[in-house]
């Protein structure tokens, strides 16, 4: 198989590694110089392109299997500097040739607040420049949309982030994955027909933050906060039931206590 990463992040270098190592053919995209080597050495097709500036088109097989897209619609990003970014990485898709194309955003696209939020969930689309992007995505052809929650695994543990501070977000629930799961999800994605154009990807059982910083915390070794004040309460559910049904797929870590 031939596939193309566009934004190659955390997960798309471990997808990226991955496939290299079942011996199919990967191209990359990264801005960043050192990561560029990196991904050269590990013998990736490494391409310098930054979506927000001109991308040349020649960088770039003609012809591929498999897209993963994880170019980031960070809420901090200007309208414009989104609606430019996205508009580039559609003009490149329509002049290649492709079977799917998986486009990575987030359970953020979700309002912050009390609720169980599914794939059918009607959202307002205003100032939701995940939902932006994700409608320009959606304007290509063999497009799916993976919505992520929170991403773990490796050096990411959750408890890391809070080492001698103040959690203000313990009794919320997890919307979280583990990066094994999100690796597995894709390759299924791209090899299986899938029958929506978007899935939610967290653990099917969820917890509360407090429980999940105490577990790795005590499991990897971490200090705890100093204290939990739990000023942001809200329980926002995200359900992963779809793609779960739709791929058959019994997720490796299924508990965020798990991790």
């Known amino acids: 198989m031939k596939i193309l990463i566009l934004g190659c992040g955390w997960i798309g270098e471990a997808l990226a590694n991955r496939l290299m190592s079942e011996g199919h053919e990967v191209y990359a995209t990264t801005t960043n110089s050192e990561k560029y080597q990196r991904l050269q050495a590990a013998g990736i097709f490494a391409i310098k392109a930054n979506f927000d500036e001109p991308i040349d088109q ?8 498999f897209v993963l897209n994880s170019l980031p619609a960070v809420k901090r990003l200007d309208w414009s500097v989104l609606t430019a970014r996205f508009e580039a990485a559609r003009a490149l898709l329509k002049q290649l040739v492709y079977r799917k194309h998986i486009f990575l955003s987030s359970v953020g696209v979700y309002p912050d607040r009390d609720g169980d939020f599914t794939e059918e969930t009607i959202l307002d689309a205003r100032d939701n420049k995940l939902l932006a992007a ?28 809070f080492q001698d501070k103040v959690c203000t977000t313990g009794a919320q629930c ?78 490796v870590y299924p508990s965020p206590l798990d991790f």
């Open 58 to 65: 020649s960088d770039f097989p003609s012809h591929i299997d």
């Open 134 to 161: 994700e409608v320009c995505m959606q304007g290509l052809p063999h497009t799916i949309v993976y919505r992520l929650g929170g991403l773990f695994g490796g050096q990411r543990i959750f408890a890391k982030y």
């Open 174 to 251: 997890t919307n979280f994955i583990h990066q094994t799961d999100v690796l597995n999800l894709i390759q299924l994605g791209f090899l299986n027909q899938l029958s929506g154009s978007c899935y939610n990807l967290v653990t099917p059982e969820s917890s509360s933050k407090k429980e999940v910083i105490l577990a790795s915390a005590a499991k990897y070794g971490f200090r705890p906060p100093v204290a939990f004040d739990d000023q942001e309460c809200f329980q926002k559910h995200v359900s992963s039931h779809k793609i779960r049904q739709v791929l058959d797929y019994t997720f």
